[in-house]
């Protein structure tokens, strides 16, 4: 391959791309929580370690039907789109402790990084279907530790 090949390489005609910034984009790509986590499977929503720290149903799964935050509020029936990107949304049911109906609700899963040392969704946004008008997004809490950070759904972040 000749230098004006090696410079084109990729590119579309009369445009050039150096070869060298191709291959520093495939492997910014293939460092990535989503790239990394998809050769060990799916992404997970929060992680395992979490979950049995607070008894979290659905945490420390990939795509969940149903999950809770160790009791209420409990999601189910929930319908998955877009997983394994940097946003994961999903469309369900709030299902509240006591005699109140349940509501529609959807779910946003965010935040996609390492978590407790695979690719996972830290951050899980809400916004319920009340009366027949949506609330506001909200950020669920957990009981995770001060090191993980506020809101977040790992056990230990980063690793």
């Not at 609700?105 to 319920?128: E, F, M, N, P, Q």
Request: proline fraction near 7%; glycine fraction near 14%; charged fraction near 20%.
């Amino acid at each position: 391959m000749d230098h004006q090949s090696q410079l084109t390489a990729g590119a579309r005609p009369g445009r050039r791309v150096p070869v060298s910034l191709l291959a520093a984009l495939l492997v910014m790509g293939l460092h990535s929580p989503a790239a990394q986590g998809a050769g060990r499977g799916s992404p997970t929503l929060g992680s395992r370690a979490l979950a049995a720290a607070v008894n979290a149903d659905g945490i420390g799964k990939a795509h969940p039907r149903e999950f809770n935050v160790g009791g209420f509020p409990a999601f189910q029936n929930l319908h998955w789109f877009g997983w394994g990107a940097p946003t994961a949304a999903a469309r369900g049911y709030d299902v509240p402790d006591g005699p109140f109906p349940r509501e529609r609700v959807s779910v946003r899963a965010t935040d996609l990084g390492w978590c407790d040392g695979k690719a996972a969704y830290r951050r899980i946004r809400v916004r319920y279907r009340v009366g027949g008008h949506w609330r506001r997004w909200e950020t669920l809490g957990t009981y995770g530790t001060a090191a993980a950070g506020p809101k977040s759904f790992c056990v230990d972040e980063g690793t």
